[in-house]
């Protein structure tokens, strides 16, 4: 098992930033590919990013590339989200998700509880 901990959301006028964090504890951090996804009110759940295990790799949705960057710490056993240049569509639950070695393509296997950005315009 996998626990993860998202942080750092919170409220930001249009055009700022924040940082989100995801914490995780139970197994090697290291040998899980990590994802960030998020979901507004009304719609369905959304891919933002991911990384790679080593972090030498990463990938964006339409909505993220050139705005959001992904990274990881291994020491630390930490994603983040650096969130840029945000917008009120950008109004949502951030989730962040691990893939287990042996999963493969777009599937994720433990989910965090979710940290709410809200961009005021």
């Known amino acids: 098992q996998v626990q993860l901990v998202e942080s750092g959301g919170g409220l930001v006028q249009a055009g700022g930033s924040l940082r989100l964090s995801c914490a995780a504890s139970g197994r090697t951090f290291s040998n899980y590919r990590m994802g960030w996804f998020r979901q507004a009110p009304g719609k369905e759940r959304e891919f933002v990013g991911h990384i790679s295990r080593s972090g030498g790799s990463t990938a964006y949705a339409m909505s993220a590339k050139g705005r959001w960057t992904i990274s990881r710490d291994n020491a630390k056993n930490t994603v983040f989200l650096q969130l840029n240049s945000l917008q009120p569509e950008d109004t949502a639950v951030y989730y962040c998700?691990?893939?287990?070695?042996?999963?493969?393509?777009?599937?994720?296997?433990?989910w965090g509880q979710g940290t709410q950005v809200t961009v005021s315009s």
């Open positions: 998700a691990a893939a287990a070695p042996t999963t493969r393509g777009s599937e994720y296997d433990y």
